[in-house]
């Protein structure tokens, strides 16, 4: 094939526990075949709660609040996260004083980190220090900590969370993903021509990259 690579745009939000299932998937399906050279992944914001507030708010209670669930489906959900995040090597932690947050400093900082080309680092310690370690992940305290902890500069960060423009743009990227019907993540985009929404298989992952890098260079 060309030295071009395949350009994958993943949206998603960190509070999302199905997109780190997705992202496991998909990386099970790019190493299986050794692919990892041939690819570029670059992550995009997408807030399943623009408006909640920094405190945050119950997990359970906004799962109910949100979805209807009852107490006994909301441990459903949980257990069955839990099953599939060690069936790909990621610790689900929840308990009753679990808390969803704001995520919109989260996205921003990836933004920088993107610049820099630690942007994947990036989203994959945000989902450890919430889903695993129960981090508070709309404190900038706690994110200025992550983000030092992969080598993102502390003035960089705090300059990136101070433009007002920077969130403009979050504002502007969540509109044309909505405009494009997108409205559930992790939603996973090929080239820019096709895409998959939802934690979708291995092999679901692995039958779109083939598509690409194999079929369509033959």
């Not at 990036?122 to 900590?145: H, P, R, W």
Request: net charge negative; hydrophobic share 35%.
């Amino acid at each position: 094939m060309s030295d071009r690579k395949l350009k994958i745009d993943i949206i998603s939000d960190v509070v999302c526990p199905w997109c780190v299932i997705g992202i496991k998937h998909l990386k099970e399906a790019v190493l299986k075949n050794n692919w990892q050279n041939q690819i570029d992944v670059e992550w995009y914001p997408f807030e399943l709660n623009p408006d909640m507030p920094p405190e945050g708010e119950n997990l359970r209670d906004h799962i109910a609040r949100k979805y209807g669930s009852s107490k006994e489906e909301s441990e459903q959900n949980r257990q069955r996260l839990v099953e599939l995040g060690k069936s790909v090597g990621f610790d689900f932690n929840f308990n009753d004083e679990s808390r969803i947050y704001n995520t919109r400093q989260c996205h921003i900082l990836l933004d920088y980190a993107h610049s820099i080309g630690l942007q994947t680092q990036l989203k994959l310690a945000f989902f450890t220090a919430y889903f695993t370690e129960g981090k508070n992940i709309s404190d900038t305290e706690v994110l200025l900590d992550i983000g030092e902890s992969i080598g993102l500069e502390t003035a960089e960060m705090l300059a990136y969370l101070n433009d007002s423009s920077e969130h403009d743009k979050v504002d502007v990227i969540e509109g044309q993903w909505r405009e494009m019907g997108i409205s559930g993540v992790p939603t996973v985009v090929f080239n820019n021509e096709q895409g998959l929404t939802g934690a979708q298989s291995v092999e679901s992952y692995e039958e779109m990259l083939n598509h690409y890098l194999v079929t369509k260079t033959e």
